[in-house]
């Protein structure tokens, strides 16, 4: 292969000077979870650090990957890893085989065959979610338990830091601080962003400090090395300080004990097991738990009293005179027996002042007592055939007071799948619905209020951050929300930086906002910040070129390269491969491109290291000579082969020092090297209603690889634009583990299909310049008695609940199963909290919170009130993916069915005023059925209709990845007729009026050939326009005389200067506005081969192999009657 005119290229296969000998591999001291999957560690366990300056002052922290003083002798180098090894999970789950979950895993009584044409439903449930052994089992519909457990030798995954470096004062005075403000975005409530607060530090250090003069007998000790300060070249045993500390981790709600650890590589849909590949101590890091022991003079464990009624969630003090503020703090022993419930404070009658007036009369009173609800009204779902409401369904609201309705956070951020918590696990279990939720953490908001403060407020036992939800028991003192233990007010966290006064900590903007973003101090930090580093590995095949892609990518790439997130220090690289690798010097001061060719793909390695990712700005011009010779430059190639493997180990080696985000386009199967995969699709079973095979990866090459990454704070984000089968399910696993993302064009190019095309460059454009998060940690908190034992989405499980996200965007979702371990007697509301810890692009270390409160009720009708449909089939999308991976398809296809027929069924028997023969719903569920049918119908899960392996894949993919306003759109598309919009119920934004036209059901019968439909899909919108469609609207919306004229691949509406022209195009933008990823637009006439892909979506519909929504609820009925 030759390079183009201008740029030179050199062989870089030829010898490379002597490498040092593999060393065997050793196996630590400490066993982590089972002995298969024990990792194997390389003699040497590290990388210099050469592209970060040393900082210059010590960091209260431990570096990226701890040491523990066990593995001392083998791994006493350097800081960050080189390559290890991670064992294939295993992991061991019953075999439920063909017969139906028993009565402890909430349901019984027989399987509910399908019926069906073309076999609908076939089988029965089987295992699917990985849940932890110790957590009751919460929702079995689609999860199983292990059959066993394995206890963990690893005392602790976090390990605080030595308190002899620091002192920590006892006493603080009030603190003053000077504060400059910047303007924040209009309407903003919260009138400025706290830009610089030269805040002196108080000395406390929230997450590491230890106290030596704590002991107890029930305490774990830790010995193990801490260092001090950072080396610019890499981290050396004289870098670190040995420090033994008594060590007490006291998890609130989501966390297991350690000795029901199962220590094993997670899967996407992942246990709060332990599967680091090695020690590590993010978990101190965000903080799972304050590092002091549970002495008798330190805070004593809550324990119930005899009375069960609920207690007031906060109690108020008088108020206070002035001389208040100089009395002494009160200490730390002042611990309430009961969660809910002190018995000191109650001599205080006057409720203290603000929004914090919490008492039993705010939430989880039942409806029992008041007029019915309407979510709690019947519907026969067999005689109410229009049951979908004109207006697209919005969250429920919690039945709580309008002041904590005001305070709690947008469902878009942070849903629940019931609004209403059953106090028992064995209520939960009676209602035959799932718990869990649906997390949308760092997506983009317009108003957030942004908060600079060396003291970030923390409960000392959970860790969980100040938020409304706390409540004051006077003003030196708040009780955690979730723990239930009374705290310090900080001196610093008196004086309101909003107001300007001091003596009122509920007015902060802390306990006045339930989102919220801490500029975080360096205690947050395991390393300096990283700079935003991006590395684009490009496919040059003939496939690839031949197909038009390069052109697209580079061309986006100097339209945005000034808009990449990033500062001074932003650093990009270019890798190229075919049968060899390339690799691209851009190094300032050369007068051009260098390429460089390694074709040694068994073995790949870094030509010139240091010059192959360079800085943006100094090296831009460079950049952009290599962008606009690229598409060129392999134009005559005939190189089929794709050694994809080989370019990622190469990217995996370009990146570990700093971490970062890599980019890979791949058009084809990988044909060479490591990672090579074999077609395993059969065209013929596309159609199949019995197995569909392969939807598991075919090697787990790609997933320790992944490991690899997420071990060094890299994520490999995935474009796939094949024309044939491409063995997504095994490609996809280097993004699921590395908490990266994928994109997927099939039957991708630039002449035959320019949908495609246009749909590639919006997803660049969006994806190029949205924020982005480096090297960040999520965890998620739950009042005490809630436990979270599955997660759902792309990363990598550290610890029992501490997600690993290389890099984080505001376009990913998670979702969460949780069960009730203990009765929530003690407290009428239950709040989570989810934190998520990031470097921002400029170098920042951030930490996003959100806080979510909900009522606790007691009665099995206000559950049924407070159900989140929506949610709730989203949360059991996820479950029947893993459910479909684990086990098989028709498993998770009846397990769908079955979650309808137990969940009707139970509402049905509960109600003694229904007739038992007919199918009745609760308000809140009558499109529970719907979606499922939708579900059934989406392409991960149908049967029957053609569909291609990777085609499935990708829908799975994404049920796993997205948020769920955009999920619900995939599952259920909205349906508009489009041909009369009138201003009747518009509505005015921005000074355009916006036509708000009713939802029609996903029906042919609702269509009609005088029409034209608009079909919201989420990330693709349909205009079908029937044959005789109405010329005036063809005309003054479309541009064209009459239908005839109308062309075939219509994907832009033209701007006439017509009512009707004006209309539809603000109703697309106003549509388009409200998601972050423009859709592109398809007009499809009535006889268009492209109307296959409108109908599809038609899923109340009768198809050869799939009921229509009618016969589908004949069937549930017949299911609940037997």
Known sequence: MSAPAGIPSHSAAAPRGPRAPAAPPTTPPCQNGPVQNQMQFPARYGLNLENYEAPSTHYPQVPHEAIPS???????????????????????????????????????????????????????????????????????????????????????????????????????????????????????????????QNLPTVGQFEENNAFPGQSTSATRTLQQQVPLGYNSTSWSTSDFQSGQDNFSRNHTGSLAKASNQINTAIDSSSTTSSASPVVNNFDALEGGGYPETNSVTSSPAPTPQTSRTPKPFGYGYPALQPGYQN???PTSAMQPRNPGHHSEFQQYPQQYPGVNQLSSTLGGLSLQHSQQPESLRPVNLIQDRNILPVAPVLAPVPNLNSDLRKLNCSPDSFRCTLTNIPQTQALLNKAKLPLGLLLHPFRDLTQLPVITSSTIVRCRSCRTYINPFVSFIDQRRWKCNLCYRVNDVPEEFMYNPLTRSYGEPHKRPEVQNSTVEFIASSDYMLRPPQPAVYLFVLDVSHNAVESGYLTVVCQSLLENLEKMPGD??????????????????????????????????????????????????????????????????????????????????????????????????????????????????????????????????????????????????????????????????????????SAGCIYYYPSFHHRHNPAQVEKLQKDLKRYLTRKIGFEAVMRIRCTKGLSIHTFHGNFFVRSTDLLSLANVNPDAGFAVQMSIEESLTDTSLVCFQTALLYTSSKGERRIRVHTLCLPVVTSLADVYAGADVQAAICLLANMAVDRSVSSSLSDARDALVNAVVDSLSAYISTASNLQQSTLIAPNSLKLFPLYVLALLKQKAFRTGTSTRLDDRVYAMCQIKSQPLVHLMKMIHPNLYRIDRLTDEGAIHVNDTVVPQPPLQKLSAEK??????????????????????????????????????????????????DTLSSERTRSFISWLRDSRPLSPVLQVIKDESPAKTDFFQHLIEDRTEAAFSYYEFLLHIQQQICK
């Open 568 to 737: 001074s220090r932003t650093r990009i690289g270019f890798i190229t491969f075919d049968s060899t690798v390339q690799f691209y010097n851009l190094q300032e001061g050369l007068s051009q491109p260098q390429m460089l060719i390694v074709s040694d793909i068994d073995d790949v390695f870094l030509p010139t290291p240091d010059s192959l990712l360079v800085n943006l700005h100094e090296s831009k011009e460079l950049i952009k000579d290599l962008l606009t010779a690229l598409p060129n430059m392999f134009t005559n190639t005939r190189e089929t082969h794709s050694a994809l493997g080989p370019a990622l180990q190469a990217a995996f080696k370009l990146m570990s020092p700093t971490g970062g985000r890599v980019s890979v386009f791949q058009s084809q199967l990988p044909s060479l090297g490591a990672g090579l995969l074999h077609s395993r699709e059969d065209p013929n079973q596309r159609s199949s209603t019995k197995v569909v095979q392969h939807l598991g990866p075919a090697t787990d090459f790609y997933k320790k690889l992944a490991l690899d990454c997420s071990g060094q704070q890299t994520a490999v984000d995935l474009f796939l634009l094949s024309s044939q089968y491409s063995d997504l399910a095994s490609l996809a696993c280097i993004s699921k583990y």
């Open 1007 to 1056: 269509l009609t050939r005088e029409g034209a439909f608009l079909m919201d899909c989420g990330s693709i919108f349909y205009i079908w326009i029937g044959k005789s469609c109405d010329n005036s609207f063809i005309k003054d919306v479309l541009g064209f005389p009459n239908y005839a004229s109308v062309t075939q691949n219509m994907t832009q509406l033209p701007e006439l």
């Open 70 to 196: 066990q593995l001392d002798n083998q791994y006493v180098a350097d800081y960050h890893s080189a390559r290890y090894s991670i064992p294939a999970q295993h992991v061991m789950t019953s075999s439920l085989g063909p017969s139906r979950l028993n009565a402890q895993q909430l349901y019984s009584g027989a399987p509910h065959p399908v019926e069906s044409t073309g076999g609908f439903i076939q089988g029965a449930i089987s295992s699917a979610s990985h849940l932890h052994p110790s957590v009751p089992q919460s929702y079995s519909a689609l999860s199983s338990h292990y059959i066993s457990s394995t206890g963990s030798s690893v005392a602790s995954q976090g390990f605080p830091l030595s308190s002899g470096h620091y002192a920590v004062p006892t006493v603080s005075s009030a603190v003053h601080p000077n504060l400059s403000y910047s303007s924040m975005s209009v309407g903003s409530p919260y009138g400025q962003v706290f830009a610089s």
């Open 327 to 329: 009395a002494a703090s």
